[in-house]
């Protein structure tokens, strides 16, 4: 912990940590100090955040005797639930096909312009319109 002095600690499915390594790191951060693993005598005063993420179920995972409960309300502070997989794009590709669309009509069918309007890339945008399936009609200018 020592490294990420004043930081953060990003730790991505850090509860699957050995159980030599856990102790070290709850005891650390009881103590708001850390060993040096190359003397192991020394103290040092650590200053550290740490974001831990994980898709487990942890509290299965405590009933199982498989994580430790007071890791659990250590790391538990400030919990993130995060939408279930593909929610995200859905709502995207939702949102996203009606505004390409409108922009391409406003635009009657410049992609240049759309891109613009849009404060896209234009290649960005044609492969938004490549990916989505919107169909591009180019109108001819009325005089």
């Known amino acids: 912990m020592h490294v990420a002095w004043r930081?953060?600690?990003?730790?991505?499915?850090?509860?699957?940590?050995?159980?030599r390594i856990e102790p070290a790191f709850v005891e650390g951060r009881r103590q708001a100090s850390s060993r040096r693993s190359a003397c192991?005598?020394?103290?040092?005063?650590?200053?550290?955040?740490?974001?831990?993420a994980t898709n487990k179920d942890l509290k299965q995972a405590i009933n199982q005797g498989l994580f430790r409960q007071d890791l659990y309300y250590?790391?538990?502070?400030?919990?993130?639930?995060?939408?279930?997989?593909?929610?995200?794009?859905?709502?995207?590709?939702?949102?996203?096909?009606?505004?390409i669309?409108?922009?391409?009509?406003?635009?009657?069918?410049?992609?240049?312009?759309?891109?613009?309007?849009?404060?896209?890339n234009r290649n960005t945008l044609r492969k938004k319109i490549r990916e989505l399936g919107v169909s591009v009609y180019r109108s001819s200018r009325t005089a």
């Open 40 to 52: 192991g005598r020394t103290l040092i005063r650590t200053d550290v955040r740490i974001v831990a």
């Open 101 to 120: 669309l409108a922009a391409l009509t406003a635009t009657r069918g410049n992609q240049i312009k759309a891109a613009d309007l849009l404060g896209l």
């Open 7 to 19: 930081g953060t600690s990003m730790r991505v499915e850090g509860f699957s940590a050995s159980s």
């Open 74 to 99: 250590r790391f538990n502070v400030v919990p993130l639930r995060l939408p279930p997989p593909g929610l995200y794009d859905r709502v995207l590709t939702e949102m996203e096909y009606p505004l």
